[in-house]
């Protein structure tokens, strides 16, 4: 049955014991009684590192700049802990969250799902939306309900496929789940878990899981831990707790093995490059392998390999992307050199360097008429720079 449905953020003004009800109808005022939060760990901000961004120019410096504005604010306000919904419905394999009784759909960054991706994603995907009606309400009929599943912790969000997403969010998420007042028998519901997935599963600790795809499902005394970024800023302590212990548990696997040898890598995007591709690939390659760099394609590799790889090498430069997050494996001390696209602005790299004891510095890749090109001799400057 088609319906209206307003758009309720739940970020963080979530505080103490309960959720403040800012709304302007009664129907919001009873999906927002429908929930609660619990914190479980209390934020602090990190002591901030001078030597973080290692390239003084004006390019770092901006970056830099931004960064810290960003996680000024952001470290001590987001929330930490666990949401409980009462009822509540999920909507497609992101997992939307609904309320379809009282008409309201949850986002913001307790619940992992921004509004720019909510927009496309109602407009974009086959799950009943029918019309905007203004800027924070809508028509839609989600159609029949396909499972029922109650007392879970639900793991679905947007950004689900993405290895990145996993380090940077799901996997300290797990982690936190750790804090929750469970039964050992509790299930975690995924979408899916493919083999990579299931590593990071099962480093986490956790055995009972379950993995579903349905257009619409139906849950009592659902739970799940809130979203752990906020902006480009992760919160602390559970980020480095979850990552130390993920560097630990690779650690503890590799421990027979010996070291690689190789404390220089360049992670290639060749066949990720997707619309960020460089027109200049080949050239690139060759001169990372002229400057000593190992050219490695991480995808290729299990996880557990990826994290051998990483964990002896110092210097490590690519191509601004999700296969960079696994410097988190890497020993302190290590660099990361990240080359980023004109007009991007991806701080991620940024925050996991400075809670798991790394440096950084950016380089520009200026576009041009015919696409992104790479002025070697420049590359080749910054590189040569960064290993000072």
Known sequence: MQRKYRVVTLDHHIIGEGIPAECDNGFVTRALERVTYRPLLRNWLLRQS???????????????????????????????????????????????RVDIDNGVVFIGPAVNWGRDYLNWWLENGDIGFDRWLSENSFLADFGEVDRHHDDIIMMKYPGYEIFGHWLLDYYPQLYLSRYMSKAASTTFVFDHLSGWMASLVEAAGIAQVDCYRHRLTEHRNLRMPTGLKNGYALSQPINSLAWSELRAYFNHLN????????????????????????????????????????????????????????????????????????????????????????????LWHAGICEAMGHSLAYYKINLHANGAMLDMGAVKTFVLAIQE
């Open 255 to 346: 421990s027979y093995r010996p070291p690689t040898g190789i404390e220089k890598l360049f992670i290639s995007r060749r066949k990720w490059s997707g619309a960020r591709g460089l027109s200049n690939y080949d050239e690139l390659e060759q001169l990372m392998l002229s400057l000593g760099f190992e050219i490695y394609n991480p995808e290729q590799f299990s996880l557990q390999d990826q994290a051998h790889h990483f964990s002896h090498a110092r210097v490590i430069v690519g191509e601004d992307g999700s296969g960079l997050h696994s410097i988190l494996f890497s020993d302190p001390g290590a660099v990361l050199g990240v080359l980023m696209q004109e007009g991007r602005s991806n």
């Open 50 to 96: 001078d030597g973080l961004f290692v390239r003084k120019d004006s390019y770092n410096e901006s970056l830099e700049a931004e960064y810290r504005q960003m996680t000024s604010q952001s470290h001590i306000i987001s929330p930490c802990g666990e949401l409980r919904f009462e009822k509540i419905w999920c909507l497609g394999r992101d997992g939307l």
